[in-house]
């Protein structure tokens, strides 16, 4: 199993930007497919976005076009670049494989958008 930690979270006012980091030990992590999810408050966590091993990126509708996944196979560490966020966006995010393992969920990076 390996092992995840996100960072990179933050308050931002809407239409801002950040971009969150997920590390990840052992050099097969290029062996996965990555993921990114969030859990707002009160809410189930949903898929965000994923980029497998090939390359190919996949996105939820509502985040297309203003989130961007990338890997750093070099590093071991997967990337969410978001933009123009929305307050809809507020939600704890945590990177995993996809489909998920349970035993590699980490703390997650709080996100917090809000004027």
């Known amino acids: 199993q390996v092992q995840l930690v996100e960072s990179g979270g933050g308050l931002v006012q809407p239409g801002g930007s950040l971009r969150l980091s997920c590390a990840a030990s052992?050099?097969?992590?290029?062996?996965?497919?990555k993921a990114w999810y969030r859990q707002a408050p009160g809410k189930q966590r949903e898929w965000v976005a994923t980029?497998?091993?090939?390359?190919?990126?996949n996105y939820l509708d509502s985040v297309k076009g203003r989130f961007t996944i990338s890997r750093d196979n070099a590093k071991n560490t997967v990337y969410l670049q978001m933009n123009s966020l929305k307050p809809e966006d507020t939600a704890v995010y945590y990177c995993?494989?996809?489909?998920?393992?349970?035993?590699?969920w980490g703390q997650g990076t709080q996100v917090t958008v809000s004027s």
């Open positions: 052992g050099r097969i992590f290029s062996n996965y497919a």
């Open positions: 980029n497998t091993n090939g390359g190919s990126t």
């Open positions: 995993n494989t996809r489909p998920w393992l349970d035993a590699s």
